[in-house]
């Protein structure tokens, strides 16, 4: 979808911001452009949409090389979300939204519903925020607007500029959770400027690591992180290469423990005798429709057994629960959240078992040294190449 040939930026004083890049993002994927502050991931992005011009190299949009097309009709094509969102201030955030619609000719009421619709999508209420102003906003509410704004023409093409840079980690954690959400409904093929190596690493189907002005290595961020390719992209991810694997591991159904499951029409006697043939103190609870409504202590508080009437009696909620495939991080907070000694884990709203501390810990090692065996192999190729 977007393909760089050899491109090389040189400014006017002689600074080579970007030195011979060649790089092809796929339709509909997530590339992160990561690196340290200075090393050309900007000028990277505004060489597509031509607020830049390549020195040398040729950038080409679904085929087309992208300096034969008018930048006014290129930028249509191709949403831009940048740091500070960039959104203008005497305008109320459905006139933002509505910006580009309106410069597409659209009518002042269709562009507006359309932009409440799109509000919507990033999750603001067009009702509650639509008539605000920039600055009655939150910095995070800022940057869904800039997220709206950018998505308004439906462009194939998304280029964002650290859109997340400039709010505090939890919001900016809480903006990638849904603005991955929202990627996997709208499937735009998209450039993530980010200097933030952990945002790189959830982001991206592939990430870039930049060294000064030149990639350094170009794969998902699982590789990136399991086998850096040079001392550079080694540092660069950094020692806690252990923890930033848990953004990329998934949870899966052999990671998960099997306790006794029960139901809330059972009654406690079958329950207890269930715990007790598996030597379990508790049990998982589900409702009549089969889905997670919480769990069930084989004995009271004060040590009784408590046998009498239905589980239904004696069962606790736990809202604690993640969708099979999610990454063992999102299992890992969600323990810390809730203070829970275990999660459930569902596909859709069945029931697959549950992830505890001790299996998350085997489900890392085993993704650590799946990566050690896969370098080790590596190494077994090289040595068996024949001599030419
Ligand atoms: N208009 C310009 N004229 C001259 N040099 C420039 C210009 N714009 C950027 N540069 C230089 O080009 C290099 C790359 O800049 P660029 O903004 O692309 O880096 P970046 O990786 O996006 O950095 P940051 O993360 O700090 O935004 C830097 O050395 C910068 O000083």
Redesign the pocket.
Known sequence: MLLFEDVTKR???G?V?VDGLSLEVAEGELVTLV?P????????MKMVNRLEEPTEGRILLAGEDIAGIDPVLLRRRIGYVIQQAGLFPHRTVLDNTATVLRLLGWRRAPARERAAELLDLVGLDPSVHGDRYPDQLSGGQRQRVGVARALAADPPVLLMDEPFGAVDPVVREHLQNEFLRLQAEVRKTVLF?T?DIEEAVRLGDRMAV?GHGRIEQFDTPATVLGAPATDYVASFVGADRGLKRLSVTPVEEGDLEQPPVVRLTDTMSDAVAAMRDQGARWAVVLDGKGALHGWVPAEGADGMVSPAGQVAAHARRMEAWLPVGAPLKQAFSTMLQYDAGWIAVLDGDRFLGVLTPARLHEALRRSIDADARELARADVLLETVPDA
């Open positions: 400014y006017p004083d600074t911001a690196g502050s200075g090393c050309g991931k900007t000028t990277t400027v200097h930049y």
